[in-house]
């Protein structure tokens, strides 16, 4: 492996890796960011386990061996080059990344992912045979967490690590007994480590040993140094709050372009917003709705959880529907809302549709197809759909919590700003959130004011450069404190 001389030299580590493993937004991140962060003039390689979807999509070149697993090298077609962990026993399987077809965790993820996170401490941390190696280390969620910790028991290492949380409330809880497994000191698992409350926590271990922390909006790195939104962290996370930074997502603005999107009916731009009606004509007759063109379409693609508020969304349904309005809705996640969702469907079929999936084609004609997108998550670390829509001149409604908040310009026509592009309510009650949704069909009735909403969030810049360019420079200031901090005093 050749590297960029003079480049800060990064292993991003990871589970997903859109369009090949994606469970939600951590695999589009994934997808894009590195790309975006290599433009930056940084020399990131990414490690992902090697599951069949990539294994079969992209042929690697076997490098080295590392506690039984191979690891190879490759390039994705962005040309970001990857490193794959081959270890067919733990990744080679039918099913999702973390869970099987049922949505039961796989038994083994303890396993699975300390070793994944063993290899990626072992590349940045000793020589290796590999003729590359990282000065920093990129974690990702819980999956990636126990590297720190293994970066920091690994003698002779000077790589600095950043854990990147994307969802606080998915921590990697285990068994006290998972511990023996984890080839870690008994030293480690103590308050000050990775225990959490007579478990082991991955996340703790990479918020406690991690050089530094950043999560995906500014507003959700505040949220998570107080309960509720902390998940019991909160005292670690308000503690480490001078090295946690909130770098805001962004979105993969090629593949989100309403212009030049393969998978709607008819593309459009700002100044043909008029064709946009055909996809909601489309997205009607695909789902067997009414297809009335002035009764206002709200779209949801969601996790069906507690998290993103369904069933707030299912308290308000029959008031949307007698609005007159419509609701397309696609997602899939904890069966009582799968059915809850269903049944309403069912309930006010022509007027509400459910589709229970994951469908990248469904999802992109939703945004396109909706006047309203709705996103009442109770919290919300970025979130990435209320940009998608935001693009699509489809303004979201959304509670105010997280990134929903720094990434949507909620319309106050009273406050006599014109830079709206959505619609925020403050509390995650059905009360505020349909008024919220009556504040969006008022606006949407008047289409001065709508084309005017809807110009605002597309030509809202939702790139990863602005992403790329701050981790970029938090890459350079956590090597260049490194490296100081090892040379002698003079
Ligand atoms: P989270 O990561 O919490 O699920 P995000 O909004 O950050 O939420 O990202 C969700 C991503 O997954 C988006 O790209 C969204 O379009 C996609 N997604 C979620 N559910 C579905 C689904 N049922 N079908 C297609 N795409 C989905």
Redesign the pocket.
């Known amino acids: 492996m050749t590297g960029t001389s003079g480049a800060p030299r990064v292993l991003y580590a990871a589970t997903e890796c859109a369009p090949w493993v994606?469970t939600?937004?951590?695999g589009?991140v994934v997808g894009t960011l590195p790309e975006a962060i290599r433009a930056a003039g940084v020399d990131l390689r990414v490690l992902l386990p090697a599951y069949p979807a990539l294994r079969v999509a992209i042929r690697g070149r076997r490098l080295a061996t590392f506690e039984g697993a191979v690891l190879s090298e490759t390039t994705l077609p962005s040309g970001v080059p990857v490193l794959l962990l081959e270890a067919s026993a733990l990744f080679d399987r039918d099913g999702g990344p973390y869970q099987d077809r049922q949505g039961r965790d796989w038994p083994d993820n303890a396993e699975r992912f300390s070793l994944f996170a063993r290899a990626a401490a072992w590349i940045a941390g000793e020589e290796t045979s590999l003729g590359w190696r990282p000065q920093l280390l990129h974690c990702n969620d819980w999956q990636t967490a126990l590297a720190p910790a293994y970066l920091r028991f690994m003698h002779g290492s000077d790589a600095v690590s950043l854990m990147t949380v994307?969802?606080l409330a998915f921590q990697g809880l285990f068994s006290r007994d998972a511990f023996q497994s984890l080839q870690l000191p008994e030293a480690a698992y103590a308050i000050e480590g990775i225990e959490f409350y007579g478990k082991v926590s991955f996340l703790k271990a990479g918020l406690y040993y991690a050089d530094a922390i950043s999560t995906v909006s500014p507003t959700y790195a505040r949220e998570i140094q107080r309960a509720p939104m902390g998940f019991g962290l909160e005292g670690l996370l308000a503690k480490r709050h001078d090295v946690l930074h909130g770098i805001l997502n962004g979105i993969d603005v090629r593949l989100w372009d309403p212009a030049r999107d393969p998978l709607i009916a008819a593309p459009y731009d700002c100044d043909q917003l008029e064709t946009k009606a055909r996809n909601k004509r489309a997205l009607q007759e695909f789902l067997g709705l009414y297809p009335d063109p002035h009764v206002p379409l709200f779209g949801t693609?969601?996790?069906l959880t507690h998290?993103k508020g369904i069933d707030l969304l299912l308290s308000v349904g029959e008031r949307l529907v007698s609005l007159p309005g419509e609701l397309a809705l696609?997602?899939?996640g904890d069966k009582d809302l799968e059915e809850a969702t269903l049944a309403f469907a069912q309930k006010h079929r022509g007027s509400a549709a459910t589709i229970i999936?994951?469908?990248?084609g469904?999802?992109h004609l939703i945004e396109a197809g909706a006047d309203i997108f709705l996103m009442p998550s109770r919290f919300e670390p970025?979130?990435?759909?209320q940009m998608?829509s935001q693009r699509y001149g489809t303004p979201p409604v959304a509670h105010a919590t997280g990134g929903l908040i720094d990434t949507i310009a909620d319309f106050d026509p009273r406050g006599g700003r014109t830079d709206g592009s959505g619609f925020m309510f403050a509390e995650p009650t059905p009360a505020s959130f349909f008024s919220a949704i009556e504040r969006a069909v008022a606006a949407y009735r008047d289409t001065v004011t709508w084309r005017q909403l809807q110009k605002n969030g597309m030509h809202a810049d939702f790139s990863w450069d602005a992403s790329a360019r701050h981790h970029a420079a938090l890459y350079r200031s956590l090597i260049d404190g490194r490296e100081r901090s090892q040379q002698p005093p003079t």
Do not use: I, M, P
Not at 357 to 360: A, H, R
Not at 382 to 385: E, H, K, M, S, T
């Open positions: 994606k939600g937004g951590l589009d994307h969802n693609v969601s996790r998290q696609l997602g899939q999936g994951f469908d990248e469904l999802a970025c979130g990435l759909n998608y």
